[in-house]
Nanobody, 112 residues
Framework: QVQLVESGGGLVQPGGSLRLSCAAS????????MSWYRQTPGRERELVAS???????DYTDSVKGRFTISRDNAKKTVYLQMNGLKPEDTAVYYC??????WGQGTRVTVSS
């Protein structure tokens, strides 16, 4: 059974940085589009960033220039480097493999 394990969340002050990691126990990791989503209470889960098998990336407008998604196919891991964090980035961040496999989430809190 495929599992995704996220890590790297925590409490950070505004303007700070965090790096999220998502390790996948899936064969042929390189063949999957990997994505990061986030969710706050009462709101739908929002796509933050995705990285295609070719390495091409997409970002939601609110994080462009601040967040960077990357992948290491040898380690079967996808990363989300988050710089210039704002209070509105506070959410539970979820990793997704392909279209239907989700991690358990990691909480990010941006607060002074």
């Amino acid at each position: 059974q495929v599992q995704l394990v996220e890590s790297g969340g925590g409490l950070v002050q505004p303007g700070g940085s965090l790096r999220l990691s998502c390790a996948a126990s899936v064969s042929d990791f390189r063949l999957y589009v990997m994505s990061w989503y986030r969710q706050t209470p009462g709101r739908e889960r929002e796509l933050v960033a995705s990285i295609r098998t070719t390495g091409g990336t997409d970002y939601t407008d609110s994080v462009k220039g601040r967040f960077t998604i990357s992948r290491d196919n040898a380690k079967k891991t996808v990363y989300l480097q988050m710089n210039g964090l704002k209070p509105e980035d506070t959410a539970v961040y979820y990793c997704r493999c392909g279209t239907s496999i989700w991690g358990q989430g990691t909480r990010v809190t941006v607060s002074s």
